[in-house]
């Protein structure tokens, strides 16, 4: 493991604990060079997974990237890095236990909605807003008030 600090290739494993409801390892380690400490964190990964993007294109998965991208709509919402954590890590599992390496970014669309829907109704109706490219203030109000239809149902 390189020295995030000065890049040395010479450091130590300090201390080491499962995290993430011990679907990762946390690791405390310490530059033999410059003395700087750092966290790292390993998780298992069943597979690679690729995504495929509405262009046809097709890149690597990147958990960072839909991190970020659940960590927006919550913004100023009571839902602590822990839970959000969970949420990436139920999400990435349901992508790895799919069966397939190729991923539409749909299918991931689909499965933030879930998780959002399930968690913080705010959040849900900020991700949908640009999920699925709102326009218009009617856009907001015909969503909600599905969302408001389906709670009366249930």
Do not use: H, W
């Not at 790292?40 to 690729?50: A, G, K, V």
């Not at 495929?52 to 958990?63: A, S, T």
């Not at 990436?88 to 669309?109: A, H, P």
């Amino acid at each position: 493991m390189y020295c995030p600090f000065c890049s040395a290739d010479d450091t130590q494993v300090k201390d080491s604990r499962q995290a993430e409801e011990g679907n990762a390892i946390r690791r405390r380690r310490s530059c033999v060079q410059c003395g700087g400490r750092f966290t790292t964190f390993e998780r298992t990964q069943l597979r690679e997974l690729f995504v495929i993007k509405n262009n046809g294109d097709r890149e690597l998965f990147e958990r960072e990237k839909l991190y970020r991208s659940m960590k927006t709509p919550l913004r100023k919402r009571p839902i602590d890095a822990a839970k959000l954590e969970n949420m990436v890590n139920g999400i990435v599992r349901q992508l790895e236990s799919l069966g397939d390496t190729d991923i539409s970014t749909k299918q991931i669309g689909e499965l933030v909605m879930n998780a959002f829907a399930e968690t913080d109704q705010v959040a849900y109706i900020r991700y949908a807003s640009v999920y699925k490219d709102f326009r218009e203030v009617e856009d907001f109000n015909d969503f909600v008030d599905n969302i408001q239809k389906i709670q009366d149902v249930g």
